[in-house]
Every structure is written in C-alpha cells, then in structure tokens.
C-alpha cells in the first residue's frame, strides 16, 4: 500500500510539473501583445490591457512568472514592494485561483491572465502557451 501511494504522489507531481500554462484574453479581444507585450503588462508597464493576477504562490504562477517575466517569487515582491513605496505603482488585482482568472477574463474585454491550460474553456481566448 505505501508502495502505492508514493507510485501515485510521484506522478502527481511529475504531472503537475510538465503542466503547461496558457496565457488567456476575453474571446472578443482583437489585440494579440507579444510575450514581451505581456511580461510588460504584468509587471505594471503598459496598461493596454488589465492583467489578472493569481493570489498567493502557486506552480502555475510561478510558471508565468519565471518564464514571461524571468522573476522568481521574491524578486517579484521586491518589484512591487518597491513600486509601491514610491508611488510609482500598485500590484494587480488578484484572484482565488484559475476558474476565477477564466470567469474574470472572460467577463472583462480588455482582460488578460495566466491559467493551467487544463482551465481553458470556450468563453477565453489562448494567446500562447507556456510547456
């Protein structure tokens, strides 16, 4: 039985490691930004299009982030912390998880957001994804 469960927990986790990422826009979006389009929009550089965040730290978020805008967790924090403290800045709003990324993309045309490509439904558009 412990055999079993460690076979099982060592899939999950090679699972969720090769899970890919796609990078999502309203259905009705007629703009298509680049990867570095969208590294810029997260990180609070061009307002073309309002990005929605993930809450908290997770292996899809931190997926986007290592790979669109090559920041790990805390040098991120570190670059909002100090956007924040000098007025230059505010992070972007964020939601519980990727049911909620789709729901509010799709509700919102000029939305963008990062999900598990498993997320993905009709009432989204996939700019591009992430292996």
Not at 76 to 88: A, R
Request: contains cysteine.
């Amino acid at each position: 039985m412990k055999k079993l469960l460690s076979a099982l927990a060592l899939l999950s986790c090679t699972t969720l490691a090769h899970a890919e990422v796609a990078v999502i826009v309203n259905a009705g979006a007629s703009a298509a930004p680049s990867q570095a389009d969208v590294a810029n929009i997260f990180l609070g550089k061009d307002k073309s299009l309002k990005g929605v965040d993930q809450a908290g730290w997770n292996p899809t978020k931190d997926k986007f982030y290592s790979a669109v805008t090559s920041k790990s967790e805390s040098q991120l924090k570190s670059y909002w912390s100090g956007l924040v403290f000098t007025g230059k800045g505010q992070p972007l709003p964020s939601v519980a998880g990727d049911a909620d990324v789709v729901a509010k993309v799709a509700a919102e045309a000029d939305a963008i957001g990062y999900v598990d490509a498993a997320a993905v439904n009709s009432s989204v558009k996939v700019l591009f994804t992430l292996p």
